[in-house]
């Protein structure tokens, strides 16, 4: 389950992690492979690497490494609107010195659901809790845990309401009054990345 504080009206949408890589090459070997966040955080670090004394010191001297630093400071204007064209003409200016560099993105898509079934309680104008489960199994198990809290004991949840997730957000709302809750369905849209409200 991921919880989130939304505002109100605020659309859910969930982006899949997405990593950035890194890969360096010192003739045919992988001397370098690594991922960060974002491609600004690849840029910095692969002039770190190029620049500084270690990983490539045996192939890219003094001289070669401020020929790569000038370059990255001729850039500035790229740094974060189009840092990997930056990693490009650093790349081309390895590859005479026989170093290999290779970015690639990848967007973990395998852990996200198809379709995000969610828990929305809205306590007040601009206060509101957001909360999405994989499957509908998981969000009904949530709610009559939430329901039974108001109880003195479990198992005294009607078994009409038990078998009807609207009858139990509608039993939650009661006990939280004058708060909200509401359901929801959103489907991941496989172009973008995003999931978006089904009922749209």
Request: charged residues 20%; aromatic residues 6%.
């Given at each position: 389950?991921?919880?989130?504080?939304?505002?109100?009206?605020?659309?859910?949408?969930?982006?899949?992690?997405?990593?950035?890589?890194?890969?360096?090459?010192?003739?045919?070997r992988i001397a370098f492979h690594d991922h960060y966040e974002n491609p600004q955080f690849r840029l910095r670090m692969c002039i770190k690497l190029l620049t500084s004394a270690g990983t490539f010191a045996g192939v890219i001297d003094a001289a070669r490494a401020a020929r790569v630093h000038e370059l990255y400071e001729s850039r500035t204007e790229h740094w974060t609107s189009a840092p990997d064209s930056v990693v490009d003409e650093a790349a081309k200016l390895c590859r005479r010195w026989g170093v290999q560099i290779y970015v690639s993105t990848t967007r973990k898509k395998s852990a996200a659901p198809a379709v995000l079934y969610s828990v929305t309680t809205e306590y007040g104008p601009d206060q509101s809790v957001a909360e999405h489960f994989p499957d509908r199994e998981s969000r009904t198990a949530s709610l009559i845990e939430r329901a039974e809290h108001f109880f003195a004991a479990p198992g005294h949840i009607p078994a009409i309401v038990l078998s009807d997730e609207q009858r139990l957000a509608a039993l939650v709302t009661t006990f939280l009054m004058p708060a909200t809750v509401t359901l929801g369905e959103s489907v991941l849209d496989?172009?973008?990345?995003?999931?978006?409200?089904a009922s749209r």
């Open positions: 389950m991921n919880a989130s504080s939304t505002p109100r009206n605020a659309p859910d949408e969930l982006t899949p992690e997405t990593t950035y890589d890194l890969i360096i090459c010192n003739g045919d496989e172009t973008t990345g995003i999931y978006r409200s």
